[in-house]
Each structure stands twice: as C-alpha cells, then as structure tokens.
C-alpha cells in the first residue's frame, strides 16, 4: 500500500511538473494573449459586391471565392507550375490546337455531387456566352477557344479546340481564368446544353436561350443565396452581412485535404469590411483583425511593432501598377502630345516621398519591373511643368482671362477642364488625385476630383464614362498578356482596354506573342510593344506598390508569393491551436519564394 501511494505520489509530482513546465512554455509562446482561436479575420476597405465566379469584379472578391471554387489544375505557389488537380495535366497536340483533359474521380463538390465533365462544359459555355457581358474580360482570353467535346463521348475526359495556338493556353483553360461551378445548381434547367458552339462563337446569337442563360446565371437574388454558394474547394460560405464581413468555414469532408497543396488549416476565415484606414488600423491593435494586406503607407510607417509587439510588419513587391487612364473617347485627350504634357505634369518624386512614404517604386511601362520582358532601358517620365505648358501650346491651347486653358474644338471653345475619377475607400489614392489636381492647376488646368463607390467606379470604367481616372491594377505572377489591356478589341463591351487604345502595330504585335512558344522571341515583341505604349501614352505609368503586410503575429507557416494576395491564407496554423501541418505537404519543405527588393 505504501509502495502503490509513493507510486501515486510521484506520477503526481511528475505530473504537476509536466504541467507547469506546459504552462510555461505556452506563456512563453503567447506572452501577448494571443488568441488561440483557429480562424483569419482579414480587412477589406470595400465591402464585396460579388464572389460568384465569372461576376465578381473586385480583388478581395477574387480572393473569396477561390476558398469556394478551383480551377481545372493547382498552382504550385513557389515555381508557378501547374498541378494536376480537379483534373490531370493537359495532353498537348504536336500542333498546339488541342488540349485534352482526365477528370480526377475523386473529386466532389461540397454538397456530395460528383464532378465531371459536364461541370467544366457548363463553365466555358457560360463564360463564353456573348450575352453575359461581364465575362467580357476573361472572353477575350478565350478567344481561340473553337469548342469543347466528350473524348469518345466520355464525360470524364473533355478536349478543347482552338482556331489557333497560344503560348499561355494551359494556363488560361486550367490555372484559375475559369474556376470550375457546379452544373445542377447554376444550371438546373440545362440551359447551356441548348446552345450550340457556332452561336457561342457568334457575336450576337439570335437564340434566346443565351440571353435566359446570363440573366439566370447573374440574377441578384442568387448573389448571397448560400444554396447556391456551392464548389470543390476547401470552405463552404458561412455568411454575409452587407458592409460588415463575408465568412466561410472548413469543409471536413474536402476531397483534398490531405494532399500536397490541398492544405487548409483555418477552420474560419472571415473577411471584414472597415472603410476607414485609421479605424482598420486601430481594429488591428485591438486584434479585432489579423491581416491587412495593403496598409496605407502612411499609416503603415506608424505601426509601430515596439509598442505593439504582437504585430508583425513586411513588404513585398509583387505584379501591380498603378496609373491615369486617358479617355481617348473624349476630345481632351485624343491627341497623344497632350497626353505626354499631362504626364509631365505629375510629380512622381513628392508623391512618392511625402505620401507614400517610399514604400512604391516608379515605373515607366505597361509592364511592371517584377516581370519577365520588362524594358528597362525606357527613359523616366520627368515632371517637367516648362516642358508641358510648350507642348500644350503647341497644341493649340492657351490661357484665357480666367487663366485657364482653351482651345477651339469644333468650332467652339473649349476650357481644359476634367473630372478625375478615383474609387472610395483609399484615402491615399485620394491625397494623390488631389496633389495631381494641384499641379495641373498651377499651368491653367482645371480638375475636379470625384470619388465614386467601388461598383459605380468599376461599371462607369468599363463603359468609358468617365474622363480620367486613377487607377491599380494587378497581373500574371508569370508572364503578362497585354491583350486584354491593349488591344482594340477590348475596348467595346466593357472589356479592360477602357481608355480605347487602338493602334494596329501594337495589336499586331500583341497577337503575334499571343502565338509565339519562344522565349527570346516573345521578349523582342513585348519590347516593342513597351515602346509603342510609351510613345503613345494611352495611360500614364506611375508606380508599382509594396504589399505592405501588417498582421497579428500568431500564425505559422506565413509564407509570400509573387500571386496577389501574396500570401496563402489557407496555409496558416494559428500557433498553440494544436494544428500540425499534412505530412509531406508544401509547409514542411524550404520556403523559397524570391522576395523583390
């Protein structure tokens, strides 16, 4: 009895050592009361309009609904290699005219519904559909895209046909251009069964089941419908509250959790909508939020991580220009003279020194310095207000008694005046059109800036109804396509070219890189075209902006990559969750992201 209570005694002693040894090292691991909580809140400064594939607009949107919905093949987000996934790699013909696809079956969507082939025909003909005008962007880079067919009448095996090869093609049919939606819930009445490829390739289809199908396919009511919020991805939509968050939560039965790249260890990931940057700041102190992947960069320098240790700070170059749209539509700005005076009116130096605080890096081309074929050798775009007021007045404009600048137009005289349109929610992109405005005014230029909310602004650009416009954009973490940028074809139905650049060289070129499977090659042509576009100046190259990461510091496995939003939200373990990463997944190798400096 003596021996079993000195046995009892020490397992005790044993245990309460263990015990404190635990809880010491878990103070030691979470000093700052971390929460332990197995979730990501991630900041928004503009509350979603849209996550349903195809129709959403925003960035953070895009983001969303990849937690949803996946494309054909993964991407390893390290090299940008394609993974074989909702289906193999491509079977490439000799002649680059067909590529045939295995569906993998394994694979099912969250509500138990198998996948097939009939899935992925939904989705192309749905996004190729010329009456859905919102998939005018992601039409263009389908444009060689003849048809789609059953291997053999085999719903597992599916082959694309293209009128002409494309280097990019890959890529574009399974890397994440056309994520992959459920046929029996979007198209419950088999609508796309009844339209035939011709009529897809067609520009105005008289059958009206195309018309059905996109009103369908983009009716409001359907937007926030969770029934409808179904996919093959790692979470399910939990909920949406309008101008306060959008929340999604793990899918246990996910068809891939336990493979490589398949990881997704948040069991919550909610994105939260704060318009005010001071109070989104002021969220992250509190730990009301976790992540803010773009702070203002202002706001970003007062961070400080001495006060607030539990807050962690980094930058990170990525694919991202921001830049003014010219409206060639508009009279003031057809003539491309006038478009290089206005460009040397801006002052890049200051702005980037007293509002952005030196977190971007000036950029001179269509194509941002981060990125293969870059032209380094383009001269600097001087701020040079000496220069403009000459090349206005050869132009035709001089000063009235007002001090303001005129010229006859028409026959009738016309002022120098122009709304400049930025989006709301940014503060910086604000200060910035109002410095901009500022200098324009000091020569007899007068602009009025407005600022418009974020759908408005997006509809109001693509339908070039607007004057100018300051303006960001992201791109390819590979190589850029400019076609949906740059080419005249993209400037009607609300396609991207929304300043209406239209110049044939430059088509031209683009369609011959589109075509090209050389390197070296592709690099002389986007050369050239660099050029053409600085000659012309349809957009005024500003800067390429950090992603200024600012984050509670209770995760692991944070990892940057070179695709917007820069980091794999899905791959975070909250430390002292009890999470452990998938044997044998991406987490547990080397990270070896190149970090752009």
């Avoid at 045939?100 to 082939?117: A, E, I, L, R, S």
């Avoid at 890049?348 to 030196?358: L, P, Y």
């Avoid at 239209?502 to 070129?509: F, G, H, T, V």
């Amino acid at each position: 009895m003596k021996k079993i209570l000195s046995q009892l005694i020490l397992t005790i002693a044993i245990a309460a050592i263990f015990a404190a040894c635990s809880k010491k090292e878990a103070t030691v691991e979470n000093k700052y009361g971390l929460s332990t909580k197995n979730n990501v809140v991630w900041w928004t400064p503009q509350d979603i309009t849209n996550i349903i594939p195809y129709l959403a607009q925003d960035a953070h949107a895009q983001y969303a609904y990849a937690f949803i919905w996946e494309p054909l093949n993964n991407i390893n987000i390290r090299t940008q290699e394609l993974i074989p996934w909702l289906s193999s790699l491509a079977e490439i013909s000799p002649d680059h005219l067909t590529y045939t696809y295995t569906m993998n079956p394994k694979v099912h969507f969250n509500d138990g519904h198998p996948f097939t082939g009939e899935d992925v025909m939904f989705s192309f003909k749905c996004v190729m559909n010329p009456k859905q005008i919102e998939t005018t962007q992601t039409r263009g880079s389908l444009e060689s895209l003849d048809s789609i067919s059953y291997v053999n009448g085999d719903k597992m095996k599916v082959a694309f046909h293209l009128s002409k090869p494309y280097f990019r093609m890959d890529r574009i049919l399974a890397g994440g251009y056309v994520p992959i939606c459920p046929k029996h819930i979007f198209d419950p009445k088999n609508y796309t069964d009844q339209m035939s490829w011709k009529d897809i390739k067609s520009v105005n289809p008289k059958n009206p089941i195309f018309a059905k199908q996109a009103e369908e396919f983009k009716d409001p009511s359907k937007v926030r419908d969770s029934k409808m919020m179904v996919g093959t991805g790692p979470y399910f939509f939990k909920e949406w509250i309008t101008n306060d968050h959008i929340s999604f939560r793990k899918d246990t039965n996910y068809w891939a959790k336990n493979m490589p790249w398949g990881e997704a260890y948040p069991e919550e990931i909610t994105i939260k909508t704060i318009t005010d940057n001071n109070a989104a700041v002021t969220a992250l102190k509190a730990k009301d939020i976790d992540f803010m992947d773009l702070v203002p960069a202002a706001l970003y320098n007062q961070l400080d991580s001495t006060k607030q240790p539990f807050i962690k700070k980094d930058t990170f170059y990525y694919n991202n220009r921001s830049y003014i749209s010219w409206n060639a539509e508009r009279p003031l700005f057809q003539s491309k003279k006038v478009r290089w005076a206005l460009s040397h009116l801006i002052d890049r130096d200051k702005i980037i020194k007293e509002i952005f605080k030196g977190l971007v890096k000036a950029n001179n081309s269509a194509i941002n310095f981060t990125q293969p074929h870059f032209d380094a050798t383009l001269k600097p775009i001087e701020f040079n207000p000496d220069l403009a007021k000459s090349m206005l007045a050869e132009e035709g404009w001089t000063a009235g008694d007002d001090g303001i600048l005129f010229k006859m137009i028409d026959g009738k005289k016309t002022p120098f005046h122009f709304i400049f349109s930025v989006y709301a929610g940014s503060d910086v992109v604000k200060q910035t059109a109002l410095v901009i405005a500022e200098q324009m005014r000091k020569v007899g230029i007068q602009v009025d800036v407005t600022t418009t909310e974020w759908s408005v602004w997006i509809e109001n650009s693509r339908t070039h109804d607007y004057d100018a416009e300051l303006a960001n954009i992201g791109g390819n973490a590979d190589e850029d396509d400019p076609y949906e940028l740059f080419h005249s074809s993209q400037a009607k139905n609300k396609g991207q070219n929304v300043y209406s650049f239209i110049n044939p060289e430059a088509d031209k070129l683009i369609e011959q890189f589109r075509v090209e499977f050389d390197y070296n090659k592709r690099d002389s042509l986007m050369k050239r075209f660099q050029q053409i576009v600085y000659d012309e100046m349809p957009v005024t190259p500003l800067w390429c902006q950090a992603a200024r990461f600012a984050f509670i510091d209770r995760y692991d496995n944070v990892e940057y990559i070179r695709q917007r939003p820069c980091v794999n939200i899905p791959f975070w373990i909250v430390r002292g969750s009890g999470v452990k990463p998938v044997i044998g997944s991406p987490s547990t190798l080397p990270q070896t992201a190149a970090k752009y400096k």
